[in-house]
Nanobody
Framework: QVQLVESGGGLVQPGGSLRLSCAAS????????IGWFRQAPGKEREGVSC????????YYADSVKGRFTGSRDNAKNTVYLHLNSLKPEDTAVYYC??????????????????WGQGTQVTVSS
């Protein structure tokens, strides 16, 4: 049974940084991808980034490219999303999700099979 547990959200001032974590369990191999999504009130869920666990290749939405960085620690079965130079428009609930296979681009949320509980990120002065 695959489970994803997120942590690391919070309140931060504009220009600040946060690190989100997504601990995965239940996978029997490293052939899967973790995606990060966010959803602000009244808006659709938006794909932010994804990382292939086997080779660490990452992809980013244009809205976060150059500010967010994905990484992984395979020994801990944990994926991180480093949020830098945060803006008020980054405020949202952030979710990690998983799908088997090595994705080579961002794909819609419907393509993912497993989801974390979400963590709130609020960027405000």
């Amino acid at each position: 049974q695959v489970q994803l547990v997120e942590s690391g959200g919070g309140l931060v001032q504009p220009g600040g940084s946060l690190r989100l974590s997504c601990a995965a369990s239940g996978f029997t191999s490293d052939y899967y991808t973790i995606g990060w999504f966010r959803q602000a009130p009244g808006k659709e869920r938006e794909g932010v980034s994804c990382i292939s666990i086997r080779d660490g290749i990452t992809y980013y939405a244009d809205s976060v490219k150059g500010r967010f960085t994905g990484s992984r620690d395979n020994a801990k079965n944990t994926v991180y999303l480093h949020l830098n130079s945060l803006k008020p428009e980054d405020t949202a609930v952030y979710y990690c999700a998983a799908v088997r296979g090595a994705l080579r681009r961002l794909v819609p949320s419907r393509n993912y099979d497993y989801w974390g509980q979400g963590t709130q990120v609020t960027v405000s002065s």
